[in-house]
């Protein structure tokens, strides 16, 4: 079984597409194995947003030649997608059937104390003395992905070494599961401790988050 550490850097927030999309495909045998990658930019239906310009800085102009991003398809064989806040780059991607592991989440709960958790500063915690060189390309689609992957094998060592993307997916499902409440007037409670008709008054709303709502079910 294989899978494929991804980024995408994308027109924006609202209603984004893609525009640059990189990954790089990893498989047990029986040691993590890097078997493939991937690096492309993609043409836009729509103008890259202003705040999207400011972090990835890639214009609209530079696009211009490229395919449209509707070209884009997955490699074959490819059972987990993994990212740093995944359900960003799989829903930017049109939510494909494929399982999800995501960084950010074990992040959060393998290193509880670390003030932020983001991919940067996962680098600064776990790669110190080289974090400046690997975050110079920040917000490059390969170059992050490229550092994903180093914060997913600090993970793996972690996590004790696991041989098998199955067991790697359900430590994910787990990490995923939020402890604290994320939002609200019992935001950052323990949900345990969050009140009794409290959860059944926000069970009762639509869209919750399915990984808060198996919290709130214990």
């Excluded at 696009?63 to 359900?87: K, Q, R």
């Excluded at 592991?101 to 110190?128: F, N, Q, V």
């Excluded at 080289?130 to 060592?157: F, G, M, P, Q, Y």
Aim: aromatic residues 8%.
């Amino acid at each position: 079984m294989s899978a494929i550490v991804i980024d995408t850097e994308t027109t924006g927030f609202k209603d984004p597409e893609p525009i640059e999309i990189a990954w790089i495909r990893l498989e047990f045998t029986p040691k993590l194995k890097v078997t493939g990658s991937f690096n492309q930019r993609f043409k836009p239906s729509k103008a890259i947003e202003l705040g999207a310009l400011a972090t990835h800085h890639i214009l609209d102009e530079d696009l211009v030649d490229c395919e449209s991003h509707t070209s884009f398809t997955f490699p074959e064989a490819t059972e987990y997608l993994i990212g740093h806040n995944v359900d960003f780059d799989w829903s930017v991607l049109g939510k494909p059937s494929i399982k999800l592991i995501d960084t950010l989440s074990l992040a959060r709960k393998l290193w509880p104390t670390a003030d932020t958790h983001s991919l940067g500063a996962m680098t600064y915690l776990l790669r110190r003395s080289e974090a400046r060189v690997l975050l110079k390309e920040t917000h490059s689609a390969l170059a992050d992905v490229k550092n994903c992957v180093r914060l997913l094998s600090s993970i793996l060592a972690k996590l004790g070494s696991p041989t098998k993307w199955e067991d790697v997916w359900r430590y994910s499902e787990d990490a995923r599961v939020p402890e604290l409440m994320p939002f609200g007037k019992h935001k950052s409670m323990s949900i345990k401790d969050v009140p009794a008709d409290y959860k059944r008054w926000l069970l009762g709303q639509p869209d919750v988050d399915p990984y808060l709502v198996k919290a709130l079910r214990g």
